[in-house]
C-alpha cells in the first residue's frame, strides 16, 4: 500500500474509496495527516457515513471538481491554474499545494464521471461546505476575467448531484456572472418582492452564507466564505438603495 501503510486501521476519510479513490490512487496518500472523522459504516456501500467534513477531505475533493471545471470549455488557461495554485498554496501551505497541483495534472488526464464523483461528495459533505465548493468553481470559472457557457453549464450540473438548489445555485452564480437582476438573484428574490420579503430574504441569505458554518475548513475556505457574505450584504444594501428603504 506503499505512503497509505500507517493509514490501515485507522479513520482514513471518506474519500479513499468510491469513484474519487479510483482518481486520485495513491498520489494524495500526504493529504490523510489531517483526515480523522468520526464513522459510522451505514448507507454508502462500503464507505463512511459523514460524521463532519475537514479541510483533508475537503482539499481532495477541490483537487477532482476543479479538473471537470477547467476542462469544461476544452482548454485549460494558465490564470486557471494559477488560480488553484494560489488558492491551494493559501490553504494547504506550499509543500502541500505543490504534490496537490501535481496530483491535479494526473486527474485532469483521466476522464471523469461527473455524476458518481459529485454524488460521493454529497453524501458525505455537509451543505455549508457544498455551497463553498460552487464559490470555489466559479473562481475558478472566472479566473481569466470571463465565466463561459460551457463552465456554467458544467458547474450547474455538479450543483444539481451535490443536492444544491437552483436559487442557491443562481445566489452563487451572480456574485460572478452580473446583471442588472443580479443583486436580487443573490437573495433569491425577484423584482415583485415587498420590502418585508426582501428584509426576511436578507435574513435568511445572511445566515446561509455566514462564514462561521465553515470555519473548521481553514483560512483560505474564511475568506472565500466572507467574501461570498459580502455580497450578499452588498446585494441588500443596493437593492435598499433603489428603493430607498430604511
Known amino acids: 500500500m506503499g505512503r497509505f501503510g500507517k493509514f490501515i486501521g485507522g479513520a482514513l476519510g471518506w474519500a479513499v474509496g468510491g469513484p474519487i479513490g479510483a482518481l486520485v490512487g495513491f498520489s494524495l496518500g500526504y493529504l490523510f495527516d489531517n483526515t480523522k472523522i468520526e464513522t459510522k459504516f451505514d448507507g454508502y456501500p462500503g464507505k463512511a457515513q459523514r460524521h463532519q467534513t475537514n479541510s483533508g477531505d475537503f482539499g481532495i475533493s477541490l483537487i477532482v471538481l476543479s479538473a471537470v471545471v477547467m476542462k469544461a470549455d476544452g482548454k485549460v488557461m494558465k490564470s486557471e491554474l494559477d488560480y488553484v495554485k494560489r488558492f491551494f498554496e493559501q490553504q494547504f501551505g506550499k509543500a502541500k499545494a505543490a504534490e496537490m497541483v501535481k496530483a491535479l495534472g494526473d486527474v485532469l488526464k483521466q476522464d471523469i464521471s461527473v455524476r458518481e464523483v459529485t454524488e460521493q461528495i454529497r453524501y458525505y459533505m455537509q451543505h455549508a461546505m457544498r455551497l463553498q465548493m460552487l464559490h470555489y468553481l466559479f473562481g475558478i470559472a472566472n479566473a481569466d476575467g470571463h465565466v463561459s457557457a460551457e ?96
Open 151 to 246: 463552465e456554467v453549464a458544467t458547474i450547474k450540473k455538479i450543483a444539481t448531484y451535490l443536492g444544491i438548489s437552483t436559487p442557491d445555485f443562481e445566489s452563487i452564480k451572480a456574485m460572478f456572472v452580473k446583471d442588472t437582476e443580479s443583486a436580487y438573484t443573490i437573495l433569491e428574490l425577484n423584482r415583485s418582492a415587498t420590502d418585508a420579503e426582501l428584509k426576511r430574504a436578507y435574513r435568511k441569505m445572511a445566515v446561509k452564507y455566514h462564514p462561521d458554518k465553515v470555519s473548521h475548513l481553514g483560512d483560505e475556505f474564511q475568506k472565500a466564505a466572507k467574501e461570498k457574505f459580502q455580497k450578499v450584504q452588498e446585494a441588500y444594501d443596493n437593492i435598499k438603495k433603489e428603493r430607498r428603504v430604511a
